[in-house]
Nanobody, 125 residues
Framework: QVNLVESGGGSVQAGGSLRLSCSVSGTGYRTFAAWFRRAPGKEREGVANINLQDGFPYYADSVKGRFTISQDNGGQTVYLQMNDLKPEDTAMYYC???????????????????WGQGTQVTVSA
């Protein structure tokens, strides 16, 4: 079993920054961790993921160049540094993890078995 707890959400003005953290615990083997988000009235979308063995990151086009995913303590903490935030980044952000063997450049919610409860990010214009 793997447990995920997100923190670091909040309200910022456009152009600001936030750093989300995901504390990962449990004995389950993990291969990838990811961040997803869901804005009101929209489908859940992938933001970024990271291979926990080699640290290779992958980003959605909408956040590329602004967000950075990283890990610490062998994947026990996964971060999402968000810079130059825009109002369209407003959403509930979820951390996810999987034990599946995935290819790179793949960011699909169905691949992830373990999910956190989410942390709200609100960006005002």
């Amino acid at each position: 079993q793997v447990n995920l707890v997100e923190s670091g959400g909040g309200s910022v003005q456009a152009g600001g920054s936030l750093r989300l953290s995901c504390s990962v615990s449990g004995t389950g083997y993990r291969t990838f961790a990811a961040w997803f988000r869901r804005a009101p009235g929209k489908e859940r979308e992938g933001v970024a993921n990271i291979n926990l063995q080699d640290g290779f990151p992958y980003y959605a086009d909408s956040v590329k160049g602004r967000f950075t995913i990283s890990q610490d303590n062998g994947g026990q903490t996964v971060y999402l540094q968000m810079n130059d935030l825009k109002p369209e980044d407003t959403a509930m952000y979820y951390c996810a993890a999987t034990s599946r063997t995935l290819g790179y450049w793949r960011l699909l919610s169905d691949d992830y078995k373990y999910w956190g409860q989410g942390t709200q990010v609100t960006v005002s214009a």
